[in-house]
């Protein structure tokens, strides 16, 4: 039997973290957080690119676990299953990723490190917890049209994101740190596909777990790549003339 006086009020938690995130995306439409080709030392301290990816990616996968009975987990259950999914994402970010990208001397603010821990926490938990008390999932969810679709959207997703990622990563020799127009694959028609197939492989997820705590991880994701990708997309248009014009956004074709 479930416990619904700890659901309740988790639920409620999610729908306030929910309205959070729709307000940090609002406010970053406004203003492009300041990482990457934003980064400024106007915020404050910095701390290594590489460092802090390595810190503020392990923290989602410090505070999912911390939540789930490892021992008697059933990892080839629907939960399981979803929560090596989760797995499979982040250990990339964690330990791959940071020892991938060229950004020799480039840094980041450190409240900005702190923040993507912050959010990363909460969110690493918040799936944690559904998946160790509240995720009930029949075996036959295996086969239902909400795993088999949302799985469909996360893989490829998943696809899209890295091969994207990769791309612009061998845009640039060993100890180069400037920037160069992208023209391979989905670079072809979008400014920023790494950011298309990351919105949709947690939309997939999303989808594929039909939980509260995804769809916020979702709506989390959205507003900050969203932006992002906006502010991509201008910032290619302003430092390259020859910026190719038919780019889109986000989606082929359209925005």
Known sequence: MIDYLPLRGYVVFICCWIATGIGAGIYLLRREAPYGRYSSNNWGPMISNKTGWLLMETTVLI????????????WRSPSGVMAGFFLLHYIHRSFVYPFMIRTKGKKMPVVIMLSAMLFNS?????????????????????FSPAFI????LFATGMYINLQSDYHLIQLRKKHETGYKIPQK?????????????????????????WSLPALAFFIWTCANLVPRAMANHRWYQQQFAEYPASRKVLLPFTW
Do not use: C
């Open 63 to 74: 505070t999912f676990l911390v939540w789930l009975p490892l021992r008697t987990f059933q």
């Open 122 to 142: 909460v969110n690493g938990s918040l799936l944690g917890i559904w998946f160790a008390a509240f995720a009930h999932y029949p075996d036959s969810w295996f």
């Open 149 to 152: 679709a949302g799985l469909l």
């Open 185 to 209: 694959g989905l670079f072809k028609y979008l400014s920023s596909p790494n950011l298309t197939g990351e919105i949709m492989e947690w939309g997939g997820y999303a989808l594929l777990t």
